[in-house]
DNA sequence: AGCACGCCGACT
DNA sequence: GTCGGCGTGCTC
C-alpha cells in the first residue's frame, strides 16, 4: 500500500475528514491502523499529529500533491489509537463512513467541539482598557476596538463564541491580545464524580459459593499465565454471577490495570452500581443516559487520566479510553441492547472481543438464558465456559406450570385469567404476597380488525397496526400518528370492528375487576415516558404498596422482589409470532427469564404460563427451565435453516421517499449483486422490509447468508464501491447489518 | 486550529 | 509607495 488515510487531531469540523499521506518506505512495514503519526499540514508544512485509518493504492487526491509521512509516534498504543482503530474496524465489519464510525467511538469528539465553553478575560485594567481603546479607535483597528468595547461592556469577560458570533471577532484578533498580555482565554471545565455523596464504600468480606470460587479460580489462573480468551458465565438467575465480576475485577485492577462493564441500559439502576460503588469506591464511574453531554465528557477525561478504574455502562461504555484494560465483561450478554439499531450497527459482543484483543484483555459474557451464538462458541471450545446452576442462600428455582388457552376456552372460560392462574391469585392475595402479571405487548388491546374483510387498521405512514388505547384512541407505535377509534371499518365499511387480545391496560382492569381490593401498579412504554417514572414504579412496588405489578419485557429484567411469589406470563406466544428467526430465542429468554422473578426470597416461587402453544419447544422448554433442551432444538433450526450461528447472515437495508425509484434501484442491485456469481452465497430477495413504510420512507431488504463470513464482507465492500460509482442513488439510503437481531 | 494571501486605510 | 491589520480560504 503506497498510501495512508489520516485524520487529523485537530477538533474542527472543516477537519473531520481522511487526509491522504505517502507512506515512507522505511515505514511500510511497520505502520498500522490505529497509530499515531507526524506530518507536515497546511500551507506552512506545521507539524501535526493525527492518526491512522486505512490504506489505499488509489488516493483521490492529485498524487502529484501529496505529500509524506514524518514518523510514528512512540509510546505504544494509546487509549485513543485503540478507539480509532476500532473505528476502522467497525467500518469494515459493519458497513459506515469513517465519520460515522468515529462518532460512534469518540461521542466526544463532537460534544467538546460544541460544548466547551472558552471565555476571554481581560487582564489589564479598566483604564489601562479604555487607554487601549481610544488607542485602537485612534489607529482605526476595527477588529480590536470592537472586541475591547464588547469585553469593558461585559465586566472584562466575554464568552468566546459570542465575540466571533455577534462582535464578528476572529481568532488573528484574540491570538494577538493573548501575545501582548491584555487577556486570557479560560476554559471551564470541572470534573465531577456523577456518585458525589450518594453511596459509601464499605469494607466487607463476601464468601463465594464452590461455584463462584472455581469460576474466579479457573478465570483468574489463565490471566496470571498471560491466556486472554472469552469466557461464557451460564448462571441462572440469582446464582450470583455479580460477586464472580467484582472479584476478578479486584485482583486485574490490583495488578494496575482497568475494566469495563457492560449492562443493558434498563438493569442500570442505582441498585447495580451501588454493589460496585460499595466494592470500589470512587475508582468507579457510570455511564448512562441520563448524564449530560457535559457530565459524560468527564466521565471520559477521569478514564482517560487514570482517576478511575471500572467502568459501568450500556454498550456505548466499551468505548471508555482506558489505556491499559485487563477484562471486559458483558452481563445479561443475550439481551438485544448489546446490537445497535443505528449505523454503524455494531455487535457490542464482538466488538469486545476485538477491543480485548487489541489491548490483551479476557472477556466474560454473563447469562442466565446465553444467545444462541455464545452458547455454540463454547461448545465448539472457542470460549471458555462455567456455569452456576444454584441460586444463592435458601432461594430454589420457583415451580413453573403452562396452561393451555385452547382448553379454557373450550371449557367456558373466555377471561384473560385462566382458572389456574385465577387460583393461584386468589390464593397470593390472600396471603399478602405479591405477584407479577407479563405481556409482551403495550396499549389497551393490541391491534383492531374488521371481523367482515380481516383487516387490521393501520398506520398509513408506517404499515404496521395501531393500538387501541383506554381513551378510545389509535396510536402508531413508531411514528406516534393517532386517530379516533373509527365506527366503521375504512376498507369496507362494516360496522363489525373490535380489539382483538388483551395489552396491559385491560390487564389492570380485570384484576381490579376480579379482586376489588387489590392494589395495582402498571409499568409499560406508556407509564414509563421518563426514567424517574420507571424507578418510581419499581420502587413503590418493592416497598409493598402494591399487591400485583403487570406489565411488559421491562418487568422481568433485573430486579429482586423478595415477596414475589406468582408469576403470570399471560400469552407467552405473542413473542412467537415475530418474523424474524430470534422469535423462538427471544421467546424462551423472556420466559425464563420472568418464571425467574418468582421466589426470590425465603418463600418458594410459582409461575403459571398461558398460551396457545403449549407444545412448541422453546415454551417447553421454559417450562422445565432447560436451557440445553432449547438449545438442542435451536441449532438444530439454525443449522436446517443456515441462519446463524451456523452461517452468517447480512441484511441489505434501502430506503427512499420514491417508491418507484426504490423499486428500479433495488432490482438493479439485486442483479448487480447475483452478477458477482459467488459460490456458496444464498441471496434471499430483493423483498418489501417487515415495515415497508416508515415515517413516509419506502423500505425494501435482500438478505445473503453464507458459510463463510469472507464471501459476504466481499459483497459488502463491492456493493459500497457500486453504490459510489452507479448513479441516482444519492436519494437512497443503505445500510448494511450483520447477523441482524430484528426484522427491518 | 493556524497559516498565507490579498485587500484596504494610514503614514513617510 | 509601503507598512501592518484584518478577513478569507485552505489544509492530503
Redesign the pocket.
Known sequence: MEYANVIVD???E??DR?????IPEHLKEHLKTGMQVQ????????P?KGYVVGFTDT???PPE????LDRIMEGGVRAESQLIAMAAWMKERYGSTMNQALKTVLPVKQEIAEKKEVRLRLIVSKEQGEALLKD?L?????????LLAALLDHGGVLDKKEAADRY??????I??FEEDGILVQESRIQYRNPFEGHFEQKERTVLLTEEQQAAVDGIFSEYEKGIRKTYLLQGVTGSGKTEVYMELIARITEEGKQAIVLIPEIALTFQTVRRFYERFGDRVSVMHSRLSDGERYDQFVRAREGSIDVMIGPRSALFTPFSQIGLIIIDEEHEGAYKSETVPRYDAREAAVYRASLCGASVILGSATPSVETAFHARNGQYGWYRLDRRIGRAVLPEVSVVDLREELKAGNRSIFSRRLYSAMDDRMKKGQQMMLFLNRRGLSGFVSCRSCGKAIRCPHCDVTLSLHGDGSLKCHYCGYQIRMPKACPTCGSPYISGFRAGTQQIEREVKKYFPKARVLRMDYDTTRTRESYEKILSAFGKGEADVLVGTQMIVKGHDFPNVTLVGVLAADISLYASDYRAAERTFQLLTQAAGRAGRGEQAGEAVIQTYMPEHYSIQAAVKQDYEAFYRQEIAYRNLMGYPPVETMMGIYLSAGDQELLEEKTKALGIFIREMQQQEVLMIGPADAALTRLNDRYRKVIYLKSRQEEKLLLIKNKTEHYLEMDAGWEKIRVQFDMNPFQAY
Open positions: 485537530i477538533s474542527h472543516k477537519l481522511v487526509f491522504q499521506y505517502r506530518f507536515p499540514f497546511g500551507n506552512g508544512n506545521r501535526m488516493p483521490d487526491y500533491k501529496i505529500k509524506e485602537a485612534h489607529k482605526n483597528f476595527r477588529a480590536k476596538a470592537r464578528k471577532v476572529t481568532a488573528p484578533v491570538r494577538k
